[in-house]
């Protein structure tokens, strides 16, 4: 059999670092890149800096980028790994890389617009205008060749080409509704000899809907403040604010047949053993890029009033975060 034709769309943090991880375990990757990133990978090759700030290792991989999707082809598996905010404008452009066969990885934050696509029961195909208002996204990514990946790790792009791997190594990958998608097996294979610990999930809707639920509040509100993650939750009343979010979130996981399985408390106490970290949504803000916010908290407030579920606090935090990015230009 022929090597898998590997594509990654999008090389910040997180897809820059599956592309050098993938590089560097021997297989071939090329990547959809633009501007600078494209300009360094092109000229020094994909820099990462893995591991312990300690006993951090550093490659240097080689990785076929382009600018052109035309240049790449039809691809066995395209990782479309980039913000929420710049899904619109990269669908115009993945086209050439999906074939009839190409599994769509989909490696982002918050809710993807395939959601409701294959949950089955009431809400099943349900459409999310705050994901895809234009359904741009569903025209141009089918869903039968969707296979989620939800990602629990931290990676950024610490200067154009390199990528630096912060923290955690985990990764959950399932196509919508469970079914047997025939590329699972290789795209499991290929991210563990790219040395991710990876699983697979019978129902990728209730993962995706469980790390949502941790970092729904979080993330805006360290935007909002500047806060680290450490100080947030050591705030009482802000702690308390987040936990009246995460109850009203927890009411329509269950109107969507995905019930938590555990409290706000439980959840910060896992959230506290990442210490001082920094959201992604703070280092967006204080770069003044584009903030996430209808993908972690406006998808959440549509599925409020979708599901009948009242939704208070999520509506006062979704507001002032809205505002907040409005004042400052980076929500549109």
Same mark, same amino acid.
């Given at each position: 059999?022929?090597? !898998?034709?590997?594509?990654?769309?999008?090389?910040?943090?997180?897809? $820059? /670092?599956?592309?050098?991880?993938?590089?560097?375990?021997?297989?071939?990757?090329?990547?959809?890149?633009?501007?600078?990133? &494209?300009?360094?990978?092109?000229?020094?090759?994909?820099?990462?800096?893995?591991?312990?700030?300690?006993?951090?290792?550093?490659?240097?991989?080689?990785?076929?980028?382009?600018?052109?999707?035309?240049?790449?082809?039809?691809?066995? %598996?395209?990782?479309?790994?980039?913000?929420? *905010?710049?899904?619109?404008?990269?669908?115009?452009?993945?086209?050439? %890389?999906?074939?009839?066969? *190409?599994?769509?990885?989909?490696?982002?934050?918050?809710? !993807?617009?395939?959601?409701?696509?294959?949950?089955?029961?009431?809400?099943?195909?349900?459409?999310?205008?705050?994901?895809?208002?234009?359904?741009?996204?569903?025209?141009?990514?089918?869903?039968?060749?969707?296979?989620?990946?939800?990602?629990?790790?931290?990676?950024?792009?610490?200067?154009?080409?390199?990528?630096?791997?912060?923290?955690?190594?985990?990764?959950?990958?399932?196509?919508?509704?469970?079914?047997?998608? !025939?590329? /699972?097996?290789? &795209?499991?294979?290929?991210?563990?000899?790219?040395?991710?610990?990876?699983?697979?999930?019978?129902?990728?809707?209730?993962?995706?809907?469980?790390?949502?639920? $941790?970092?729904?509040?979080?993330?805006?509100?360290?935007?909002? @403040? $500047?806060? @680290?993650?450490?100080?947030? /939750?050591?705030?009482? /009343?802000?702690?308390?604010?987040?936990?009246?979010?995460?109850?009203?979130?927890?009411?329509?996981?269950?109107?969507? $047949?995905?019930?938590?399985?555990?409290? !706000?408390?439980?959840?910060?106490?896992? *959230?506290?053993?990442?210490?001082?970290?920094? @959201?992604?949504?703070?280092?967006?803000?204080?770069?003044?890029?584009?903030?996430?916010?209808?993908?972690?908290?406006?998808?959440?407030?549509?599925?409020?009033?979708? @599901?009948?579920?009242?939704?208070?606090?999520?509506?006062?935090?979704?507001?002032?975060?809205? &505002?907040?990015?409005?004042?400052?230009?980076?929500?549109?």
């Amino acid at each position: 059999m022929s090597e !898998p034709k590997i594509c990654i769309a999008g090389l910040g943090g997180v897809g $820059g /670092l599956i592309a050098a991880r993938i590089a560097r375990a021997g297989q071939p990757v090329s990547a959809l890149a633009r501007g600078d990133n &494209l300009r360094a990978v092109r000229e020094q090759g994909l820099v990462l800096l893995d591991g312990a700030p300690d006993a951090q290792q550093r490659s240097v991989v080689q990785v076929c980028a382009s600018d052109d999707a035309r240049e790449l082809g039809p691809q066995d %598996l395209l990782v479309v790994s980039v913000k929420t *905010t710049a899904l619109e404008s990269i669908a115009a452009d993945i086209a050439p %890389l999906i074939g009839p066969h *190409t599994a769509i990885v989909t490696a982002m934050n918050g809710v !993807p617009w395939w959601f409701f696509e294959a949950i089955g029961g009431r809400w099943q195909g349900a459409r999310l205008a705050s994901c895809d208002p234009h359904g741009t996204l569903a025209a141009a990514m089918p869903a039968a060749q969707i296979i989620g990946c939800v990602v629990h790790l931290s990676a950024t792009m610490t200067a154009p080409g390199v990528v630096t791997h912060r923290a955690g190594n985990h990764l959950i990958i399932g196509a919508p509704g469970g079914a047997a998608h !025939p590329r /699972l097996p290789l &795209l499991a294979e290929v991210l563990r000899q790219a040395g991710f610990e990876t699983d697979s999930s019978a129902q990728i809707e209730r993962d995706v809907w469980l790390k949502l639920w $941790g970092n729904m509040t979080v993330n805006p509100i360290s935007a909002l @403040t $500047g806060a @680290t993650g450490d100080q947030i /939750l050591n705030d009482d /009343l802000v702690r308390e604010y987040m936990s009246a979010a995460m109850r009203e979130a927890a009411q329509i996981g269950d109107a969507i $047949g995905l019930p938590i399985g555990m409290t !706000p408390d439980e959840r910060h106490a896992i *959230t506290r053993k990442l210490g001082a970290f920094r @959201t992604s949504m703070l280092n967006d803000a204080q770069a003044s890029r584009p903030l996430e916010l209808d993908a972690l908290i406006g998808a959440v407030v549509e599925m409020g009033r979708l @599901t009948g579920v009242p939704t208070p606090a999520i509506d006062s935090l979704f507001g002032m975060a809205r &505002l907040f990015g409005r004042v400052h230009r980076m929500y549109a």
